[in-house]
């Protein structure tokens, strides 16, 4: 056991307030996952695997809901990640202003690459989509916070600030040492292309209207003959009959439709 999962149930005591608070504000419980998830970042340095089961009992949620959810934003680590999260941006008018020269300088200085982090676990660093703030292309953020108009000499100077401590951005909580990535290999896997686990092996896993039903039309006839009901405050919903869906489709796609 590390020293940081000795010491997690003492941060769950003393974030459980804070957790109690953000649950208050909502009307069901686990619209307060993400604000929860990003006060354990903040508190550990990363998404851990016991912040996220703790959240599920705080929540009345599985932890496959909970983790679904954080693997889903870039934001959310799920492995620790540098002191310093450098992210610099590869959009259109970064890229026309110089950002692969940018990149390329980045790489050479840090001596690593896109989603790795330097082995004394002060900088990760990433290669990111638009940051929306393309007047002062070439930009990045640091721990969040923009830097804009990017050249060697600034990159120069805000490294050399970083590791003396004396940067304007403070550097995040590490509780764990990070590895070299801090990427999932299965979310390289479906960011390549290739299709996640519980799409595999799934006749149209693409189709929005399900098996069968390219165009969504089974859901519409169990909306109008009102085999669809709505949970009371939300606009969630859910098929009344759940087996005579599935006969439908199963006969749909037999039928080649």
């Given at each position: 056991m590390t020293e940081r999962e000795r010491n997690f149930p003492a941060l769950r005591e003393r974030l459980r307030p804070q957790c109690d608070e953000i649950i208050a504000r909502y009307e069901r419980k686990r619209s307060a996952l993400l604000p929860i998830m990003h006060l354990f970042q903040r508190s550990e340095g990363y998404v851990s695997a016991q912040a996220m089961h703790a959240t599920a009992e705080m929540l009345e949620i599985t932890p496959g809901e909970v983790e679904g959810a954080v693997s889903f934003y870039t934001l959310l680590y799920r492995r620790p990640v540098g002191r310093y999260m450098l992210q610099v941006c590869r959009g259109l008018a970064c890229s026309i202003n110089g950002a692969e020269d940018?990149?390329?300088?980045?790489?050479?200085?840090?001596?690593?690459?896109?989603?790795?982090?330097?082995?004394?676990?002060?900088?990760?660093?990433?290669?990111?989509?638009?940051?929306?703030?393309?007047?002062?292309?070439?930009?990045?953020?640091?721990?969040?916070?923009?830097?804009?108009?990017?050249?060697?000499?600034?990159?120069?100077?805000?490294?050399?600030?970083?590791?003396?401590?004396?940067?304007?951005?403070?550097?995040?909580?590490?509780?764990?040492?990070?590895?070299?990535?801090?990427?999932?290999?299965?979310?390289?896997?479906?960011?390549?292309?290739?299709?996640?686990?519980?799409?595999?092996?799934?006749?149209?896993?693409?189709?929005?209207?399900?098996?069968?039903?390219?165009?969504?039309i089974i859901m519409l006839d169990n909306i109008v003959a009102g085999n669809v009901r709505r949970f009371t405050g939300t606009t969630e919903r859910a098929i009344v009959d759940s087996h005579a869906v599935v006969e439908t489709v199963e006969e749909e796609a037999r039928a080649g439709h």
């Open positions: 940018v990149m390329a300088y980045f790489r050479e200085k840090l001596g690593i690459g896109h989603l790795e982090t330097t082995a004394d676990g002060l900088f990760s660093y990433e290669e990111v989509e638009c940051l929306a703030a393309c007047d002062r292309a070439t930009c990045m953020e640091v721990n969040l916070d923009f830097v804009y108009d990017l050249t060697p000499a600034k990159i120069d100077e805000m490294l050399a600030a970083m590791r003396a401590g004396t940067y304007a951005v403070a550097p995040t909580v590490q509780t764990e040492a990070p590895a070299g990535t801090w990427a999932i290999p299965q979310d390289a896997q479906v960011a390549g292309g290739e299709k996640s686990r519980g799409a595999r092996g799934v006749p149209q896993p693409n189709n929005a209207g399900g098996v069968g039903d390219a165009s969504g």
